[in-house]
């Protein structure tokens, strides 16, 4: 039996995860989950670096992706894939799934400028501060993907392309 696919969009916070996760279901018909959703449901008045809060999102990353791939063959969502309960949540898809994890990098400035303008609805509010320091952990953990998007100075079309190269690699 063929394993259900996940594309995991891994990178700094401004990066273009959440615009790459947008082509992959617009031009390749694979769903974007937006785990953030689900990350600021349960956030209630915690920190972003809450260790309970961190357990419970990662926990329900993993539920929610779980039971979206009863209904589907493919996925993609991200994340910045900081802390051990990212780690626990790789490993126990990578043992059901076939997890595909797409490093997105974009230079510093370009992602703190990009948070700044972006839609403050869709994304849990951090400090500028609260970007830097997460992104230079980001940077620091510097977590080895299967491939890699730099997302800096390119077109849409140019990213589509780079996304359909991934996809047909992995669907050989």
Do not use: P
């Not at 995860?17 to 349960?42: C, H, P, T, Y």
């Not at 791939?69 to 780690?87: I, P, W």
């Not at 869709?122 to 970007?131: G, K, M, R, T, Y």
Request: hydrophobic share 35%; aromatic share 8%; glycine share 6%.
């Amino acid at each position: 039996m063929k394993k259900s696919s996940v594309y995991l969009l891994i990178g700094q916070k401004g990066s273009g995860k959440s615009f790459i996760g947008n082509l992959f279901e617009k031009n390749f018909g694979i769903k974007f989950i937006r785990v953030e959703d689900w990350a600021k449901r349960i956030k209630k008045e915690r920190a972003v670096d809450n260790e309970e809060y961190l357990m419970q999102v990662f926990d329900e990353i993993e539920i929610g992706i779980r039971n979206c791939l009863k209904e589907s063959d493919k996925l993609v969502f991200e994340s910045t894939g900081l802390t051990q309960y990212f780690d626990r949540m790789i490993q126990n898809l990578n043992q059901d799934f076939k997890v595909t994890t797409i490093g997105v990098y974009a230079d510093s400035t370009t992602c703190l400028g990009r948070v700044k303008s972006r839609d403050q609805d869709i994304h849990i509010n951090v400090s500028d501060d609260q970007v830097l320091m997460i992104n230079e952990k980001v940077r620091q953990r510097n977590y080895k993907t299967d491939y890699l998007i730099i997302n800096e100075n390119k077109s849409e079309v140019e990213l589509i392309n780079e996304v359909a190269n991934i996809v047909r690699a992995i669907e050989m």
